[in-house]
């Protein structure tokens, strides 16, 4: 069965430091979301991507993050440097068709120092 | 912007009850509403979406319904199992024509033996 991959599984970064994190969605869909979850907390929505460009973001998705869908399947979050509090699992999630069901992937763990 | 509640304290029930699970919102209703499953560091994983024309919906094991008027969802898990032990994730649309979802904290169900 198809599924929405992520890499890397967990990345440490020294605050101020640039990371990518990178998805592989599901091939055929057309939605393309990341989201974030900081321990014990819930799952927050900061970005959605359909047609090349940005949907909708959310407040936490300042000019320090920003996304890209390179070469017709990856897609990558980029936090340009990072703080402290962007410490969390980051979510990427596909969708094939509007209104139907987004399939997540396992997560990346960004740990920054 | 729209609240979800979900029962933050832990449901604990011996194998082959039934589970039910509540999930309540606050504001206008949303086009739709999805269950996620999420296990410990771990990405969520879908199980049922059910739309706000749609009383009831159900696969295998699992039953969702969605009830409008009360601005309530109830998830339910028949003949449960330890391996049903996980956070259950109420998510919905903000019914805004944008696709992110709006998540619950989860109520975390522990079956035993």
């Known amino acids: 069965e198809p599924e929405v991959t992520q890499t890397p599984s967990h990345q440490v970064t020294q605050m101020g430091q640039e990371v990518i994190l990178r998805c592989v969605p599901i091939s055929n869909h057309l939605y393309f979301y990341w989201y974030r979850q900081i321990l014990g907390q819930k799952v927050e929505f900061l970005v959605s991507f359909y047609n090349n460009e940005i949907s909708e973001k959310s407040e936490i998705f300042d000019d320090q993050f920003s996304v890209e869908r390179p070469d017709g399947s990856n897609f990558t979050l980029k936090i340009r440097s990072t703080k402290l509090e962007d410490s969390a699992m980051y979510f990427c999630?596909?969708?094939?068709?509007?209104?139907?069901?987004?399939?997540f992937g396992p997560g990346t763990r960004l740990t920054v120092l | 912007s729209q609240k979800i509640e979900q029962n933050s304290e832990a449901l604990n029930i011996q194998e082959g009850k039934t589970a039910t699970l509540t999930c309540n919102y606050t504001n206008y209703s949303p086009a739709y509403l999805q269950w996620y499953r999420q296990d410990p560091g771990r990405g969520p994983v879908f199980l049922l979406l059910?739309?706000?024309?749609?009383k009831e919906k159900r696969k295998e094991r699992l039953k969702v319904t969605f009830d409008t008027t009360l601005k309530q969802s109830l998830f339910h898990i028949t003949a449960s199992q330890p391996a049903d032990s996980a956070t259950y994730l109420c998510?919905?649309?903000?019914?805004?024509?944008?696709?992110?979802?709006?998540f619950g904290t989860g109520t975390r169900l522990l079956v035993s033996p």
């Open positions: 059910i739309r706000e024309n749609e």
């Open positions: 998510a919905l649309d903000e019914n805004t024509g944008f696709q992110k979802l709006v």
């Open positions: 999630a596909s969708q094939q068709e509007q209104d139907n069901e987004q399939f």
